[in-house]
């Protein structure tokens, strides 16, 4: 059996090293330099270009590298009864719940004012804490675990998501509640999977309907963010700022009105990434379980996205 990384600009050392340690006996080839595409049965997926796995035709499982699996769902071209699945993994979930805590303390405790007032050597002991209220767009596996530590750190929480839930352990929207639930908040986080009904999601219409002054979190994905409505939302104090991880085009171009914004802290997509040591048994056993036509480890619903 033989496997494919293709993940361009990605080193993928790790990933041939950490594959190898849980399966010395796998053929591991890593694209473009495939020698023999007919012997290839599976793909281990991050960014490939739209198209590339009719290359194989003898592939019977893709895999993506981390938790998100739009970057697979967008190629058209992909077989219908191809098996997706993703990588799940307890450590992605604690780094971006870090992240995300991160987010909401530096807004809350307001580390941004202080360091400009650092640079103007102004001592300024008013008002220390900004009061939030935080509301999760995507209450999914991270979205819960996020609600769940802020919750137990005393701050209200809400939830949104796309579906209806009966039982849910703290105050849930629908997405057919959207504005009752942004009446209820001032700090937006956004840990939606990417799908067509979530695209553009965040955009000056949504934003018109926050209190004011509200601060946003995106740790899910560029593209729901409608980035030239979110300067225009600060300038007219829809929103205080924002804290971005993902962007539409990265590396973020070195002309984008982002950087020069102080509104907008921003990191270079590492709220959350894949540990190649702990999610290469996950891809090893989903091998093992196809190979022996059983039910496979974290598969994806092409309709619901994810």
């Not at 790790?14 to 599976?42: H, Q, R, T, Y």
Request: glycine share 6%.
């Amino acid at each position: 059996m033989s496997l494919v990384i293709i993940s361009p600009g990605r080193n993928p050392e790790p990933w041939i090293n950490a594959l190898k340690k849980s399966d010395p006996n796998l053929e591991i080839e890593v694209f473009p330099d495939v020698k023999n595409p007919e012997k290839i049965e599976f793909a281990l997926l991050w960014q490939h270009p739209e198209g590339v796995l009719s290359e194989y035709p003898n592939l019977k499982l893709a895999s993506s590298m981390g938790a998100g699996v739009d970057h697979i769902l967008s190629d058209s071209t992909i077989a219908e009864n191809l098996p997706i699945v993703r990588i799940v993994d307890d450590r992605l979930t604690w780094s971006m719940t870090n992240y995300v805590v991160m987010g909401v303390l530096n807004f809350h405790r307001q580390i941004q004012r202080y360091q400009a007032d650092k640079k103007r050597k102004v001592w300024d002991m008013s008002n220390p804490e900004i009061p939030v209220s935080i509301g999760v767009m995507g209450t999914g596996a991270l979205g819960f675990d996020v609600l769940e530590k802020l919750n137990f750190m005393g701050f209200p929480v809400f939830g949104l998501g796309f579906s209806e839930k009966s039982d849910f352990p703290f105050p849930y929207f629908s997405k057919e509640h959207m504005e009752e639930f942004l009446q209820k908040v001032n700090v937006i986080v956004c840990l939606l999977p990417l799908t067509p009904d979530t695209e553009n999601i965040l955009n000056l219409e949504l934003f018109e309907k926050c209190n004011p002054g509200t601060y946003l979190i995106n740790v899910a994905r560029g593209r729901h963010l409608v980035e030239e409505d979110l300067p225009v939302a600060i300038e007219k104090a829809y929103l205080s700022g924002a804290f971005l991880d993902v962007y539409r085009e990265e590396p973020l171009p070195g002309n984008h009105p982002f950087w020069e914004n102080e509104a907008i802290t921003m990191t270079p997509h590492i709220a959350s990434v894949t540990n190649p040591d702990a999610a290469a048994p996950q891809v090893i056993e989903n091998i093992r379980r196809i190979q022996c036509n059983e039910p496979l480890l974290n598969p994806v619903n092409r309709k619901r996205g994810y």
